[in-house]
């Protein structure tokens, strides 16, 4: 009883912690309790991310505790170049995908010249973002469970969370040319397999 008090007492103490220096007491210490706070902060939009990629909510919960649970292994790599908000939503995009791309290998790799002809013809077509935001919800569901992980979550992280161009730099690790072609691509190639839904 008396351990119990004194874990929420010291929980309570770290609560007012900035992200990056709770990470570093969690790293400097492997402190489960203290990730529980962080768990606690983050577990909502870890969630969203991973229901972005999942089939159904309870495999978005299981690939929320996959991450969760590899985030543990791996938090004494976040170096505090970027925020760290941004720095897990890297985490949870990278780990999501691969998870994504083991499950759907085969599949993947028959899909992958269709998909490439048509970013080539498509890639000089302008599609404006009101398009995007003018598509009916439950066809667009459909739509987006056909376009490749990479493609979706591209689209998600800016329409659906609102990231800018920027926090995609660092999410995806690549330039700013790079992620406005993706997102132009990534774009059109809704729009095509939203069109053909009929």
Same mark, same amino acid.
């Given at each position: 009883?008396?351990?119990?008090?004194?874990?929420?007492?010291?929980?309570?103490?770290?609560?007012?912690?900035?992200?990056? /220096?709770?990470?570093?007491?969690?790293?400097?210490?492997?402190?489960?309790?203290?990730?529980?706070?962080?768990?606690?902060?983050?577990?909502?939009?870890?969630?969203?991310?991973?229901?972005?990629?999942?089939?159904?909510?309870? /495999?978005?919960?299981?690939?929320?505790?996959?991450?969760?649970?590899?985030?543990?292994?791996?938090?004494?790599?976040?170096?505090?170049?970027?925020?760290?908000?941004?720095?897990?939503?890297?985490?949870?995009?990278?780990?999501?995908?691969?998870?994504?791309?083991?499950?759907?290998?085969?599949?993947?790799?028959?899909?992958?010249?269709?998909?490439?002809?048509? =970013?080539?013809?498509?890639?000089?077509?302008?599609?404006?973002? =009101?398009?995007?935001?003018?598509?009916?919800?439950?066809?667009?569901?459909?739509?987006? /469970?056909?376009?490749?992980? =990479?493609?979706?979550?591209?689209?998600?992280?800016?329409?659906?969370?609102?990231?800018?161009?920027? /926090?995609?730099?660092?999410?995806?690790?690549?330039? =700013?040319?790079?992620?406005?072609?993706?997102?132009?691509?990534?774009?059109?190639?809704?729009?095509?397999?939203?069109?053909?839904?009929?």
């Amino acid at each position: 009883m008396n351990q119990t008090k004194n874990s929420f007492g010291k929980g309570e103490a770290f609560k007012d912690l900035s992200d990056e /220096e709770l990470v570093a007491k969690i790293v400097a210490k492997n402190d489960t309790l203290l990730f529980g706070i962080l768990y606690d902060r983050y577990v909502k939009l870890v969630y969203n991310k991973c229901y972005g990629f999942a089939r159904s909510e309870d /495999e978005a919960e299981d690939l929320t505790q996959d991450v969760f649970l590899m985030l543990f292994v791996k938090l004494a790599s976040f170096k505090g170049k970027s925020k760290f908000s941004t720095w897990l939503y890297s985490f949870t995009y990278n780990f999501c995908v691969n998870y994504v791309n083991r499950d759907k290998q085969r599949k993947m790799s028959d899909q992958s010249v269709p998909v490439d002809n048509t =970013e080539y013809k498509l890639a000089h077509e302008d599609v404006s973002d =009101e398009s995007i935001y003018e598509l009916k919800a439950s066809k667009l569901a459909k739509a987006l /469970e056909i376009i490749s992980p =990479e493609e979706k979550s591209i689209l998600l992280l800016k329409y659906q969370d609102g990231a800018s161009i920027k /926090e995609l730099c660092d999410v995806l690790a690549i330039g =700013e040319s790079a992620v406005k072609m993706r997102l132009k691509r990534s774009k059109a190639k809704l729009l095509e397999i939203y069109n053909n839904l009929g």
